[in-house]
């Protein structure tokens, strides 16, 4: 199994463009969430999924946008970069409603991304 | 609201010493209590958890913590450190009615001097 995957690993934006995130997991796992990591401030929850075709929103969720079509995929969109965004961006995800597992949350390898 | 409180932003050990990170949370519910490793440019990875049970839970490469309800920790420890411990180390804490989500430290670099 690869776990949780992310593409791309390395990306470099001009503010006001625009990208897109791609998370996939082969775990088939219900819950799956996008972290952003910037120094001294740990992970903050940008969005979650709950189960195919619903999200809702964490943190930090001004400036992004998510989807969920697919169980495995979970994209996060920018729609117009700005430098304010320049993080690590970690997809994650979880058994949910199983309870034995206790939410507990795989990661993936993320995202480094900066924004000019 | 939940919170987690990770002291010291880094801690630096010689190679052979106790490794000692201290976590503590709030909460209003009994909560999930995890300890996650990440090593440079990598993701996050699951070195232990408390969920239920004992309260001295045991996990990977040789790390331990005590969940203790009176003072509110869930600190992580090690008898003797390695030079490959060194890395960033996360405490967080989850709920069973939250949408598996949980709320993370600040993180804690550990250093480890041979």
């Known amino acids: 199994n690869a776990g949780v995957t992310q593409t791309p690993k390395f990306r470099v934006l001009k503010t006001g463009q625009s990208m897109t995130l791609l998370c996939a997991q082969d775990?088939?796992?219900?819950?799956m969430y996008w972290y952003r990591q910037d120094p001294g401030m740990g992970l903050r929850l940008i969005h979650y999924?709950?189960?195919?075709?619903?999200?809702a929103k964490g943190e930090v969720p001004d400036g992004y946008n998510v989807s969920r079509l697919k169980k495995q995929n979970f994209l996060l969109g920018l729609e117009s970069a700005a430098p304010s965004q320049t993080s690590v961006y970690f997809c994650?995800?979880?058994?949910?409603?199983?309870?034995?597992?206790?939410?507990?949350?795989?990661f993936g390898p993320g995202t480094r991304l900066t924004v000019l | 609201a939940q919170s987690v409180t990770q002291l010291g932003s880094h801690v630096s050990v010689s190679e052979g010493a106790l490794v000692l990170l201290r976590c503590n949370y709030s909460?209003?519910?009994?909560?999930?209590l995890f300890w996650y490793v990440q090593y440079p440019n990598q993701g996050l990875q699951l070195l232990l958890k408390?969920?239920?049970?004992?309260?001295l839970v045991k996990g990977i490469n040789g790390f331990e913590a005590e969940f203790k309800k009176s003072e509110t920790s869930f600190h992580l420890t090690k008898p003797s450190a390695h030079m490959s411990d060194a890395a960033e180390y996360f405490c967080?804490?989850?709920?069973?009615?939250?949408?598996?989500?949980?709320?993370f430290g600040d993180g804690t670099t550990l250093t480890v001097k041979p």
């Open positions: 999924s709950v189960g195919e075709g619903t999200t």
């Open positions: 909460s209003s519910v009994p909560p999930y």
């Open positions: 967080a804490v989850s709920f069973n009615t939250n949408a598996g989500k949980s709320t």
């Open positions: 775990m088939n796992h219900e819950y």
């Open positions: 408390y969920t239920t049970g004992a309260t």
């Open positions: 994650a995800s979880s058994y949910g409603i199983i309870r034995l597992h206790y939410n507990e949350q795989f």
